[in-house]
Nanobody
Framework: QVQLVESGGGLVQPGGSLSLSCAAS????????MGWYRQAPGKQRELVAT???????NYADSVKGRFTISRDNAKKTVYLQMNDLKPEDTAVYYC??????????????WGRGTQVTVSS
C-alpha cells in the first residue's frame, strides 16, 4: 500500500516562507517522478514543481525563482521550499508520485493535501 504523508503548510504573511514535506511509504527508487500540485478555490489543480528520479526539475512559471523542490532519498521524502509567498499562492498543496507497480506500469498516488494560506 503506497502512502504519502504531507506536512507543513499553514498561514503566512506575504513575503514569508513555508516548507512542505511529503514522505513516501515506498522506496524512492521505485518512483519515477515526485511532484507538488496545488488547487485554489474555484480553480483547477495545477502543477507547481516536479522532480524526476534522474534529477530533472520542472517549475511552473509562476513559482520560478521563489520555490525549490528537493528530495532526501534516505528519508524517502520530497520537499517544497516556498519563499516570497504571495496571496495568489494560497491553495491546497498536494504531493504526487508516479510509482512503478508490480505490473511494471506506473500508477499515480496523491497525498491528502495541506493548506497554504498567504494573507496579511
Amino acid at each position: 500500500q503506497v502512502q504519502l504523508v504531507e506536512s507543513g503548510g499553514g498561514l503566512v504573511q506575504p513575503g514569508g516562507s513555508l516548507s512542505l514535506s511529503c514522505a513516501a511509504s515506498v522506496s524512492i527508487f521505485s518512483i519515477s517522478v515526485m511532484g507538488w500540485y496545488r488547487q485554489a478555490p474555484g480553480k483547477q489543480r495545477e502543477l507547481v514543481a516536479t522532480l524526476t528520479r534522474g534529477g530533472s526539475i520542472n517549475y511552473a512559471d509562476s513559482v520560478k525563482g521563489r520555490f525549490t523542490i528537493s528530495r532526501d532519498n534516505a528519508k524517502k521524502t520530497v520537499y517544497l521550499q516556498m519563499n516570497d509567498l504571495k496571496p495568489e499562492d494560497t491553495a491546497v498543496y498536494y504531493c504526487k508520485i508516479d510509482h512503478l507497480e508490480r505490473t511494471l506500469s506506473y500508477r499515480e498516488y496523491w497525498g491528502r493535501g495541506t493548506q497554504v494560506t498567504v494573507s496579511s
